[in-house]
Nanobody, 124 residues
Framework: QVQLAESGGGLVQAGGSLRLSCVASGRTFSRYAMGWFRQAPGKERDFVAAINWNGGGTSYADSVKGRFTISRDNAKNTVYLQMNTLKPEDTAVYYC?????????????????WGQGTQVTVSA
């Protein structure tokens, strides 16, 4: 398994942008599919975006399509989530996750490793 550490969360006004980063430990990052999930208070953890091993394939939740972009830099063991045109309903703790796979993985139960999460708060 890999160890994951997210950063980049914070407080932003509606319409603003944030870029989340997730750094993975180990030397086999390119063997992992990566995903971003979020959990608002009192709600389940929801899928946000996922990316395959080399960045050639991605998937997004309908609620973030056209606003969020997932990307990765295997040389830096890092996956990113660029979030634009943020809305108050995007407020949540955001988690990155990893699973040893080549394709795009969207189901949270399929992921093996999780970060500690980073809070994103969008004010109206």
């Amino acid at each position: 398994q890999v160890q994951l550490a997210e950063s980049g969360g914070g407080l932003v006004q509606a319409g603003g942008s944030l870029r989340l980063s997730c750094v993975a430990s180990g030397r086999t990052f390119s063997r992992y599919a990566m995903g971003w999930f979020r959990q608002a208070p009192g709600k389940e953890r929801d899928f946000v975006a996922a990316i395959n091993w080399n960045g050639g394939g991605t998937s997004y939740a309908d609620s973030v399509k056209g606003r969020f972009t997932i990307s990765r830099d295997n040389a830096k063991n890092t996956v990113y989530l660029q979030m634009n045109t943020l809305k108050p309903e995007d407020t949540a703790v955001y988690y990155c996750a990893a699973v040893p796979a080549l394709g795009v993985v969207t189901g949270p139960k399929l992921y093996r490793s999780w970060g500690q999460g980073t809070q994103v708060t969008v004010s109206a």
